[in-house]
């Protein structure tokens, strides 16, 4: 069965940094694409950012120049944040699109979601 599984998030104060990880887990041979979303209270979830399986990256209008979306090759995916505002306090949700593995699948996940809270 395929896992999404977050870590990084945490408190921080504004201007600072943090970087989440999400580590895919089962049988997984390739995603179409990983990203991450984020949903802050009372908003509907938004795109942070996405890489594609051949690597090609797209984020949130918010985050651009700030946030930079990167994969290994085994099936993890990282958000390193930079100059972190108030604004970008939420839950942050890791999301594989298309995944595909040893069973088939085609298949899109979500992981549990990772708080982050940016403090002014």
């Known amino acids: 069965q395929v896992q999404l599984v977050e870590s990084g998030g945490g408190l921080v104060q504004a201007g600072g940094s943090l970087r989440l990880s999400c580590a895919g887990s089962?049988?997984?041979?390739?995603?179409?694409?990983m990203g991450w979303y984020r949903q802050a209270p009372g908003k509907q979830r938004e795109l942070v950012a996405v890489?594609?399986?051949?690597?090609?990256t797209n984020y949130g209008d918010s985050v651009k120049g700030r946030f930079t979306i990167s994969r290994d090759n085994k099936n993890t995916v990282y958000l390193q944040m930079n100059s972190l505002k108030p604004k970008d306090t939420g839950v942050y949700y890791c999301n594989g699109a298309g995944v595909y593995t040893y069973q088939g699948g085609g298949y899109d996940y979500w992981g549990q979601g990772t708080q982050v809270t940016v403090s002014s």
């Open positions: 890489i594609t399986h051949g690597a090609s």
């Open positions: 089962g049988s997984i041979i390739r995603f179409n694409s």
